[in-house]
């Protein structure tokens, strides 16, 4: 599970993150994603209704987009977003505990990491990736310079990341991107505007497509 979730990720580069979204409006949501050519798609725990929604898209969207859970802090949050039915875990910190349960559940973890040191210890704990977070406050040079030592971890660059520096983000050596706000605006959510979600969807693609590490 692990490499075919992490081959299929650092081809399409994108992971896009649903954080309070109104109430109702996370399978609208899904479809505009969709339809701007997003496949990756992780739904925060502290969203209402996550767990349900987690379980309705899965349905849904099955064969079209990767669900994960998001903001799983404990090994409880993580065994109640298993059970909905996450086929990974993303968290926004390193907890040795949740690593530990997901390798046991064979479930793919990408915890949160910013330091050197956490994600040589998230590396040998068994994540096939990390979350660098957060990378627009650590500047997205950071990527380029713990590539250096640390090549062999796939990093995952979250908080911070748009349309303007996304390909200086990848070409600095990250295997993909999570992108909130900038990309999940729940206000265009909240007005219906679900053809800006998409509209935006594609213009992330077009930046990715064809960016190598320099």
């Known amino acids: 599970m692990d490499n075919e979730l992490m081959q299929q990720l650092e081809e399409k580069k ?14 609208r949501t899904a479809e505009a994603l969709v339809e701007g050519g997003i496949q990756f798609l992780e739904i925060t725990l502290n969203t209402e209704g ?3 929604m ?3 898209l899965r349905q849904k969207f099955e ?3 990767r669900i994960g859970a998001g903001t799983v802090l404990d090994v409880d949050m993580a065994k109640q977003a298993g059970d909905a039915g996450a086929e990974y875990i993303i968290s926004p910190n390193l907890d040795e505990e949740v690593i530990e349960y997901c390798r046991e559940q064979e479930v793919t973890v990408w915890p949160g990491t910013m330091t050197p040191s956490e994600m040589v210890r998230a590396n040998k704990l068994g994540a096939s990736a990390v979350k660098v977070f957060p990378v627009g406050s650590l500047g997205v040079r950071y990527i380029k ?5 640390l090549g062999h971890i796939n990093m995952i660059a979250t908080g911070g990341v748009n ?10 050596g990250a295997s993909a991107v999570g992108l909130g706000g900038n990309l999940v605006n729940n206000d265009w959510i909240a007005q219906g505007q679900y053809h800006k979600l998409t509209d ?5 693609v077009e930046k990715v497509e064809g960016v190598t590490v320099q």
């Open 14 to 27: 994108l992971i896009a993150i649903i954080r309070g979204i109104p109430s109702g409006t996370g399978e």
């Open 50 to 52: 996550a767990l349900e």
């Open 54 to 56: 987690i379980t309705e």
């Open 63 to 65: 064969g079209k987009l």
């Open 145 to 149: 310079d713990v590539r250096g030592p």
């Open 163 to 172: 349309l303007d520096n996304i390909q200086e983000v990848l070409k600095y």
């Open 200 to 204: 935006t969807a594609r213009q992330y």
